[in-house]
């Protein structure tokens, strides 16, 4: 192993430890001995989007992209980089190249999947989870987001099926409550379209039921959304109901 490989191995145990300052000193001493070198422009990319500095984060990475293009994990995070800058055209596009270079990156497919689902494309959104679980079978925040999808799409019991299994998988599953937040999340939004206070306080009286202060903390996004009834806008009856089963399917799956 070369000396740079080694700085470079180093900065990235440093990094996965957490200890980003040391880590940043390593990627940098390889660069200064190379300036060009791929993977300490991407690692060092990579310090800058999780301190989302997003547009730093776009020109190392952009940097190592041009620098090897061949690395599919590089066009994904160069996404991740757009995405997060609200580009989403060219996350996407940066998604679908690194998908191109390995069919197989499960990583790339989940991220295709949230600018997808932002775009409102469902059907698409769910393709892309489904391929990124073919891969990660056991990944409950994938499986999560694929329920949440399926909510949407009006799939009850399908979603029912990914949020149990999410809920099944090992100790490094979402616990129960992320769950909660993302089906809250969906439903307030139906919340806001109805302009349903009314559905607002069952869905606040539900959750106290079921979850107790857990649930008291969640909700506060449902208040917030909520828009209020009136006569020239009242609450259909069925429709709360409708929200109220959805979100009775998830609180039955707190353990």
């Known amino acids: 192993m070369s000396t740079l490989d080694e700085s470079l191995a180093i900065g990235t145990q440093l990094h996965q430890a957490g200890r980003l300052a040391e880590a940043e000193r390593a990627y940098r001493q390889v660069l200064s001995a190379d300036p060009g070198h791929p993977h300490a422009l991407h690692q060092l990319g990579l310090l800058a ?11 190392l990475i952009g940097q190592a ?20 800058s609200g580009n989403a055209a060219e996350a996407e596009a940066c998604f679908r190249r690194a ?11 989940g991220l ?3 600018v997808l689902h932002g775009q409102g494309k469902l ?10 679980l073919r891969q990660t079978p056991d990944d409950a925040e994938i499986r999560t987001r694929l329920g949440v999808v399926l909510e949407q799409q009006g ?3 399908e979603a029912e099926a990914c949020f149990r299994r999410a809920l ?10 992320e769950i909660f937040s993302a089906n809250i999340d969906v439903d307030c939004k139906a919340a806001t379209a109805l302009g349903a206070v009314n559905l607002a306080a069952a869905v606040k009286d539900f959750l106290r039921d079921y979850t107790g202060a857990a649930g008291s903390q969640t909700i506060s996004a ?7 009834d009136s006569p020239e806008n009242p609450i259909d009856a069925s429709d709360v109901a409708r929200h109220v089963t959805t979100l009775e399917l998830t609180i039955h799956w707190k353990p």
């Open 49 to 59: 989007l999780q301190a989302r500095q997003f547009e730093t984060a776009i020109e």
């Open 65 to 84: 992209v041009r620098a090897d293009r061949r690395q599919a994990v590089f066009h994904a995070n160069l996404g991740e980089s757009h995405r997060h």
């Open 99 to 109: 998908l191109k270079l390995q069919p197989g990156l499960a990583k790339a497919h």
């Open 112 to 114: 295709l999947a949230i």
């Open 123 to 132: 059907d698409e959104a769910a393709a892309a989870l489904r391929q990124a």
């Open 155 to 157: 799939k009850l019991a």
């Open 168 to 177: 099944r998988s090992d100790g490094k599953a979402a616990d129960a409550s």
């Open 222 to 228: 449902v208040n917030l959304n909520g828009e209020g």
